[in-house]
């Protein structure tokens, strides 16, 4: 998915969220940056349908990815 955001920052310079300059150009030059993980907005085990949709993944630090879980990792 981080190459559907990189795709987008290289067109509009912009991405879904609002990257630092630094991160975006880790973005364009790795096809990634540090400190970011995606995390699935609805469960690909339970909603198949998502699966593969870039629309479905949120980037977010670990301490928020974390919270997307509701502090439990097995959600």
Same mark, same amino acid.
């Given at each position: 998915?981080? +190459?559907?955001? $990189?795709?987008? !920052?290289? %067109?509009? @310079? ?6 630092? +300059?630094?991160? $975006?150009?880790? !973005?364009? %030059?790795? @096809? ?30 670990p301490k928020q990815h974390y919270r997307s879980h509701g502090v439990n990792w097995k959600k």
């Open positions: 998915m981080m +190459g559907t955001e $990189r795709a987008m !920052i290289a %067109k509009t @310079g912009q991405g879904t969220r609002k990257w630092s +300059g630094k991160r $975006r150009e880790e !973005i364009l %030059k790795h @096809g990634k940056t540090k400190g970011i993980v995606g995390h699935h907005v609805n469960n690909v085990k339970h909603h198949h349908q998502w699966a593969g949709l870039a629309r479905n993944v949120r980037f977010e630090t």
